[in-house]
């Protein structure tokens, strides 16, 4: 920690390898490392722990495709009362938009097991942590 911290904080059990430079900067065991992107914070640098498969809620490209996800929805909530209420031939363009939601929004749940979340305030990047919060949710 850096000097001037009180001495009442204590760091998490699973980080007492961690070495304690000059300054207050971490030399990170191997095991650890390999399983870190380092992100600059200010002065210092923030390690991240981040699997390579999973995608940051609060990306650019998750929250783009948040937005295109709304807009889809719109667009579906639009069309289907319209196509069953007045019994609408679905060819032509309405079937292909027609499958093209539907292989989005299941494109969407698998991209959901691959996005984390947040418990605690903490980002949660393990897979079978994220699958189990998404199969309970």
């Known amino acids: ?12 059990p699973e980080l007492d390898e961690v070495g304690m430079g000059e300054a207050g900067s971490c030399s990170l065991p191997q095991r650890f490392r390999q399983h870190m992107s380092i992100k600059s914070e200010g002065d210092g640098a923030l390690a991240v722990a981040k699997s390579r498969f999973v995608l940051d809620p ?5 929250v783009m495709y948040a937005l295109l996800s709304f807009a889809l929805l719109a667009v579906d909530l639009t069309l289907l009362p319209y196509v069953l209420a007045w019994d609408v031939d679905v ?27 947040y418990e605690k305030g903490e980002s949660v990047t393990d897979l079978r942590r994220i699958a189990k919060n998404y199969l309970r949710s």
């Open 91 to 117: 060819t032509g363009w309405l079937f292909a938009f027609s499958c093209t939601t539907v292989l989005f929004w299941t494109l969407d749940i698998v991209i959901s097991f691959f996005t984390s979340y």
């Open 1 to 12: 920690l850096p000097m001037g911290w009180p001495k009442v904080i204590r760091l998490r």
């Open 58 to 62: 609060s990306s650019k490209f998750h």
